[in-house]
């Protein structure tokens, strides 16, 4: 995410005197959570309900307005918090990564199934038939989550109806051991503001989806992850002393660091996930008048240089 854009996305939402995050907190004008009760001022406080997300991927948007760029995007399977509902859109807190924003109403369901297992592959069809020759139903991207009722060597079925190929789930205990090896299989895939799937994903979008996959939360944008993940690695020579898995911090943006010299990252730039070593990048990205803010390491997962 582009140090404008990110700066955009704060100054254009309102915050309260308590200077909570709007985008992990449920409050707007003329309601908040139940939970932010003498927190924020509101005319109506409310509790919300679960919902679960029945399309295979959906935008999140800070207005409900189709028109309007979206902030990230909400995967099947994930369940969701809904505090309000009107015109077709629902206003939602997502409970995997708490962002709030609307989606359209008929992407969600109330009835709640409890996930069996995860997509693995970085996409994957549901087919009507266990047949691959059958036109698919819907695409599902890396870490959706799928109530998997019978299983054979070829496929899955799911509850509801639906087959996935067998080879492209695990269950949801089993985690990729490289959460790297997952950022590289994205390469190529074009640079996308809020996405989060193969068909189009940003900066933070790919250094969270990598990290689910290996089986370790992350916030979305960039800013939180930079205070929230890993440990600050003090090095006065960025060039020198990087290891794989460690994250390279910009204002507004985030790479991986595949080895001790190549990054891999979403940027606009090259318009999708792409390699470049880390002096190219440095020299780059400083003729934009950004500088390195901080290189945070993650020691149960950086692996061998």
């Given amino acids: 995410m582009s140090d404008a854009d990110e700066d955009a996305r704060l100054e254009t939402t309102p915050a309260p005197a308590q200077r909570l995050d709007p985008r992990r907190n449920v409050f707007r004008p003329d309601l908040a959570a139940e939970s932010l009760y003498g ?142 090896e997952i950022a590289e299989r994205f390469i190529g895939t074009p640079y996308l503001w809020g996405g989060r799937t193969r068909l189009g994903i940003d900066c933070s979008g790919l250094v969270q989806m990598s990290l689910l996959a290996a089986g370790i939360a992350a916030p979305r944008d960039t800013d939180m992850q930079q205070a929230e993940l890993g440990s600050e690695i003090e090095i006065q020579d960025v060039l020198e002393g990087m290891q794989r898995g460690d994250l390279i911090y910009w204002k507004g943006h985030v790479g991986i660091m595949a080895d001790s010299v190549t990054l891999v990252h979403a940027n606009a730039h090259h318009m999708q996930v792409a390699v470049e070593t880390l002096p190219e990048a440095i020299e780059r990205i400083a003729k934009l008048g950004a500088e390195i803010a901080a290189v945070k390491r993650l020691p149960a997962l950086s692996a061998k240089d």
């Avoid at 109506?44 to 948007?61: D, H, I, K, N, T």
């Avoid at 399977?77 to 409970?95: F, K, N, P, S």
């Avoid at 924003?101 to 009507?128: C, K, M, N, Q, W």
């Avoid at 799911?158 to 790297?180: N, S, T």
């Fill in 39 to 180: 927190r924020v001022s509101a005319p109506r406080y409310v509790e919300g309900f679960p919902a679960q997300v029945v399309r295979g991927s959906v935008p999140l948007r800070a207005r409900p307005s189709a028109s309007c760029g979206f902030e990230t995007e909400a995967l099947f399977g994930e369940t969701v918090t809904v505090y309000d509902e009107r015109d077709g859109w629902a206003w939602i807190q997502l409970d995997r990564d708490a962002y709030v924003g609307y989606v359209p109403a008929e992407a969600l369901s109330p009835d709640i199934e409890e996930p069996t297992h995860r997509v693995r592959s970085l996409g994957t069809f549901v087919y009507p038939i266990p047949d691959i020759k059958s036109p698919p139903i819907t695409h599902l991207s890396i870490n959706s989550e799928v109530h998997v009722v019978e299983a054979d060597e070829r496929f899955v079925m799911l509850k509801g109806g639906g087959f996935i190929v067998a080879r492209h789930v695990f269950e949801v205990g089993r985690r990729a051991p490289d959460f790297v």
